[in-house]
């Protein structure tokens, strides 16, 4: 492993490195509760010290009462209502769900259906990345369809749980623009440490321009190759299992393709999105993720995986 990656604090994927204002709330958090358990360390410290070398002699009683009532109830009492007191004002807005843009996320095993519904109410469905503009408040709702799985971005806010049946809330504000990695949180099966992805934060003209191209359908295969490609496509049934609109091709099952080749990560945040990944993750999908109800495609020619990357890219 390079050292780079090692280095988790510089990372786009980290608590550390704040690019939002939720994360910078829920770091300011970590540093108070930080400064607050550093402080009672010395102190009981400092009382250890003095009554084992300065002072080993039997304490009077009431002295020892003393101890007891301030230093382990009042004591208490008074730094953990304190930090109640900082941290509680902090929950709600980090679950606001203003007028205006929300993004229902659901997360399946092992990737995540993403859902952009406007202030108009019109939905535009897409997969496995989340697209923010900047310095406006998003709200996202977050749900699951079988297991429990949690939804974090570290760089951007908190975690939420999401659980089959209830939606939770979660809402960021980033004030960065750039690509950050979120990843599920909570085992829920084979490939729990597989299933990330990354949130793309835009300027407000980028995030209108990307959204109009992303409402759009399915462009026609360009090529020859992907003309092959979408034949192929169409031949081997992937239309019963993803959707691909304006196209005959409307399957729930796995992520909508209309735009993939406009993702940055392919297979919810495990490849680069490029058409010799394209063409192995169709191949060896069970290989590369365990237990996904995706068929591997080895049976198909390499013209065929070529043929059939080379339209999935193009479908940006
Ligand atoms: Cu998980």
Redesign the pocket.
């Known amino acids: 492993m390079p050292l780079s990656h090692l280095a988790a604090c510089e990372g786009r994927q980290s608590v550390l490195n704040p690019a939002g204002r939720d994360a910078q709330d829920v770091l300011g958090l970590i540093w108070v509760m930080f400064g607050g358990a550093l402080l009672l360390w010395v102190l009981l410290g400092a009382i250890f010290v003095y009554v084992t070398r300065v002072e080993p002699r039997e304490m009077p009683r009431r002295w020892g009462e003393a101890l007891i009532i301030g230093g382990g109830v009042i004591f208490p009492v008074v730094l953990l209502g304190a930090l109640l007191a900082y941290s509680l004002p902090m929950m709600a807005p980090q679950r606001a769900a203003e007028a205006g843009l929300k993004v229902h996320i659901t997360?399946e095993q092992?990737w995540w259906r993403v859902d952009y519904e406007l202030p108009d109410g019109r939905r535009i469905t897409s997969a496995n990345e989340l697209r923010l503009p900047v310095g406006r408040r998003t709200g996202l709702v977050l749900n699951a369809h079988k297991v429990i799985?949690?939804f974090w971005v570290p760089a951007l806010g908190g975690k939420v749980d999401m659980i089959p049946g209830r939606e939770t809330y979660l809402s960021f504000q980033p004030e960065k623009p750039g690509v950050y990695r979120g990843q599920?949180?909570?085992?829920?099966?084979a490939s729990?440490a597989l299933?990330a992805f990354e949130t793309v934060v835009m300027t407000p003209e980028d995030f209108a321009a990307w959204l109009k191209a992303e409402a759009a359908d399915a462009a026609p295969p360009a090529s020859g190759e992907a003309y092959r490609g979408a034949a192929v496509f169409a031949r081997e049934g992937c239309g019963g299992c993803h959707t691909l609109r304006g196209t005959q091709a409307r399957g729930q099952v796995g992520p909508d393709l209309t735009h993939v080749g406009s993702r940055k990560s392919l297979g919810a945040g495990i490849l680069e999105m490029t058409e010799d990944h394209l063409s192995r993750f169709i191949a060896h999908t069970e290989a590369l993720k365990p237990e996904v109800a995706m068929p591997g495609y080895d049976h198909l020619s390499l013209e065929d995986l070529r043929a059939l990357a080379a339209y999935l890219k193009g479908l940006t």
């Open positions: 997360a092992w799985h949690a599920c949180a909570e085992f829920c099966g729990h299933m």
